[in-house]
């Protein structure tokens, strides 16, 4: 799981590094990645220290991208509505375990991350808008199991692991996006250029 994850934290930081234009959103992608691996195994804090480390990380990171933009009163209410679904989830999975095996269970996350997009459209507030979702379904999560388990349950490194699973399919929809727009410049170009030899 640790390669995995080092290898999607690479991944993403070379994406931002050369194909995200906005200075301050590279640089904002680069630090929360350099952060995020500098914090994923720290060997001499316990799972519960490590449990809340993940959790700040997250939460603030998310913090910073949501509020780079100035936003209505109604979209802050998003992170903490989408979070209750997030919760369900998360706990239907914690219980039946057996589902997680399933072989699309990715393209349940990107059905999650398309559905997000309804909800905010730049790219800065959907990778604010996903952490932020991960860190309250989360601690909701830990807070239900604590209530029914002496301690609850820590997450420990998966939700690191499945936050920058969202960010990186959210990078990608985002190239994809700026593809198309590429695409129908070329093409409205092309037309012009038709119709003013014409």
């Not at 999607?8 to 590279?26: E, G, V």
Request: aromatic share 18%.
């Amino acid at each position: 799981m640790t390669a995995t994850y080092y290898w999607f934290a690479w991944t993403i930081s070379i994406i931002a590094y050369f194909f995200i234009q906005k200075s301050r959103l590279k640089w904002k992608i680069l630090l929360f990645t350099g952060v995020s691996m500098s914090t994923y195994s720290l060997s001499f804090w316990n799972v519960q220290q490590h449990f809340y480390l993940h959790i700040a990380v997250l939460g603030f990171f998310g913090l910073i991208f949501w509020t780079s933009r100035k936003r209505g009163w109604i979209e802050h209410f998003w992170p903490f509505v989408l979070s209750i679904g997030y919760t369900s989830f998360q706990l239907f999975f914690m219980i039946n375990p057996v589902w997680l095996e399933l072989p699309g269970i990715q393209i349940g996350l990107i059905a999650v991350l398309l559905l997000l997009k309804y909800f905010c459209r730049d790219l800065e507030g959907l990778i604010g808008l996903w952490l932020v979702m991960v860190v309250i379904g989360t601690l909701c999560s830990h807070l239900i199991f604590s209530l029914y388990l002496d301690g609850g349950v820590f997450f420990n490194n998966q939700i690191l692991l499945l936050a920058v699973q969202g960010v990186i399919i959210l990078l990608i929809f985002h190239g994809l996006e700026k593809l198309k727009n590429i695409n129908k410049k070329k093409r409205s170009q092309q037309v012009n250029k038709g119709a003013a030899l014409m």
